[in-house]
């Protein structure tokens, strides 16, 4: 199940709140803010997407993340892959490295990062 731009927006917020009441959420947002019905109605079909849940409290309701950010994040990147890339890693590092105009020293320290990896995987 995927979030929409809206819905993944509004995650975010509460990703870095952890949790958060409405007006929480709310004052999250930039100007213009959203309204409080269109936030209302985003988190219901976060809910009923199983990407939220919230605690009561009287009348309030405190929201907070089901989906851990790593691990939506990288569920898609996964299905990026698979459904752009002949679900090869290898053509999707190749054209990410070619396409996003990265630094010399941005592509040191992809390097790093797989050297690192390859050294897990060996021992």
Known sequence: ???????????EHL???????????LEAFPEPKPA?????????????KNFVAYNEFGNSRE??????????????VNGLIKNFFNDSASQFASFFTRETNLTEK????LKKIIDVELQKKKK
Do not use: G
């Open 15 to 25: 990703w870095k709140l952890e949790k958060a009441f409405m007006k929480d959420l």
């Open 63 to 76: 929201y907070y993340p089901l989906v851990k950010k790593e691990d939506y994040f990288s569920k898609h």
């Open 36 to 48: 409080t019905t269109t936030v209302a109605t985003l988190l219901k079909r976060m809910i009923d």
């Open 106 to 109: 941005e592509l040191e320290e």
């Open 1 to 11: 199940m995927q979030l929409s731009n809206s819905e993944e927006q509004l995650m």
